[in-house]
T-cell receptor
Framework: GEDVEQSLFLSVREGDSSVINCTYT??????LYWYKQEPGAGLQLLTY?????DMKQDQRLTVLLNKKDKHLSLRIADTQTGDSAIYFC???????????FGQGTTLQVKP | DTEVTQTPKHLVMGMTNKKSLKCEQH?????MYWYKQKAKKPPELMFV???????INESVPSRFSPECPNSSLLNLHLHALQPEDSALYLC??????????????FGPGTRLTVL
């Protein structure tokens, strides 16, 4: 089946940029998503990118997509302590449309 | 407004109890989803409703029984659960009635503990 992989943990200092990486296997994916999950909470949709785009920027968030390498990244500029959470990358599978999630990256922001 | 609400926030139940989880959205979305999430893991799909009809059941045990009384509401009825069913149960919705054709928006979840 299709697979999405992420590194499990990232630690940054407040004010630095964070870059969370994700790789996926389904070359027919249509949309790729980033969801944020704070402790004890549900999944919050952060941003998404259509598969024919290379980049999308939304305030402090920049999403880069390298379709050739099937690599997606989320850059958070000026990272704040409130950004500490688990970040899930997900692809919308081309055949079924189901969301295939990565394992999630825990972002720790140190003051 | 992209809000999906879920009640209760927390639920503790014994293995012989019957309880229900409730999910509501007022965005006019026509597809609704139940997911189960264990700690530190991604969500796992359980059920999908399209236009108030069950369209996908991901081989979920019959002790979980979904219901979609109308286009805004989704319930999950629980009966004779096991301790390993303890998890965060997430509801999601998407605009089109065709499952998985649109962005899914998630609720805050119900934290279920089975004793």
């Amino acid at each position: 089946g299709e697979d999405v992989e992420q590194s499990l943990f990232l630690s940054v200092r407040e004010g630095d940029s964070s870059v969370i990486n994700c790789t996926y296997t389904d070359s027919s994916s249509t949309y790729l998503y980033w969801y944020k999950q704070e402790p004890g909470a549900g999944l919050q949709l952060l941003t998404y990118i259509f598969s024919n785009m290379d980049m999308k920027q939304d305030q402090r968030l920049t999403v880069l997509l390298n379709k050739k390498d099937k690599h997606l990244s989320l850059r958070i500029a000026d990272t704040q302590t409130g950004d500490s959470a688990i970040y899930f990358c997900a692809e919308r599978e081309g055949n079924t449309g189901k969301l295939i999630f990565g394992q999630g990256t825990t972002l720790q922001v140190k003051p | 407004d992209t809000e999906v609400t879920q009640t209760p926030k927390h639920l503790v139940m014994g293995m012989t109890n019957k309880k229900s989880l409730k999910c509501e959205q007022h965005m006019g979305h026509r597809a609704m989803y139940w997911y189960k999430q264990k700690a530190k893991k991604p969500p796992e799909l359980m059920f999908v409703y399209s236009y108030e009809k069950l369209s996908i059941n991901e081989s979920v045990p019959s002790r979980f029984s979904p219901e979609c009384p109308n286009s805004s509401l989704l319930n999950l009825h629980l009966h004779a659960l096991q301790p390993e069913d303890s998890a965060l149960y997430l509801c999601a919705s998407s605009q089109s009635g065709r499952a998985f054709s649109d962005t899914q928006y998630f609720g805050p979840g119900t934290r279920l503990t089975v004793l």
